[in-house]
């Protein structure tokens, strides 16, 4: 494959639904200086039948086959990536419009280049703006991060940190965590990048909750372990009012039932 600058990687597994809707957003893209690489993980919807009628192009790959789980199938697609920079937009994911990537382009310099999504909520969409690197870390002390659909990591960075495969939900705040840690440099970028859907994915589901936030933890403890501890009790505080607030929230919707 050629060498090119953006590698855009799609994940799936049993997304029948959805993948097309990313693919073609992916095709869409004005940039000629990418490439595609879709990364499927043995479906059984026929998922598989719909990602092979687009590997016939030049600058798309697809691959399909058994892994570990989400975080695996990310990491086989860092390995498989040709271009400089790499942003992952799975099943379901699509850019915001055919010009983000021509646009980006020009910004792609520092190791971690991030922008805007839109996220489609159930009473209205909404722009989640997270700027600049030295707000940064006050969203991941907060156990949040950007989007990864808006953010673009130098494919040498990501091969060299890579997803820690032991986490089930945070593998990716912990990588930005790891990559803070190290001082890779990082830009913001005020443009809109990605629209994603508000049927969030696995961090968001209520069952997860306490495994993200346990997740969160430690990785914050082992690449910052004083400033963890330090946080430790107001961030337990202000949890504590998160779950008191989500439980009202459900029995309101119980009782208007």
Known sequence: ???VKISVVTVCYNAADTIVETIESVLGQTCVDMEY???????QDGTREIIHRYE????VRVVSEADSGLYNAMNKGIDLCCGEY????NSGDQFYDEQVLADMLPYLEQDLVYGNVLRRRADGEEIEKYHGKYKLMLLLLSGRMMSHQSLF?????????????????C???DFVVRAKRQKCSIRYVDRTVSIVENAEGISSQPGNYDIMRREDDTSLR???PLLYILIKAPKGLVRCVKRMREKEGRVHAIGKD
Request: glycine fraction near 2%.
């Open 1 to 3: 494959m050629r060498k």
């Open 56 to 59: 016939n192009r030049p600058w």
């Open 153 to 169: 990591t130098r494919t040498e960075v990501m091969r060299r940190l890579r997803f820690d495969e032991q986490y089930r939900i």
């Open 37 to 43: 690489v879709i990364v499927d993980g043995l479906s």
């Open 222 to 224: 082992r690449s910052y």
């Open 86 to 89: 790499v942003i992952f937009m």
């Open 171 to 173: 593998a990716d705040y």
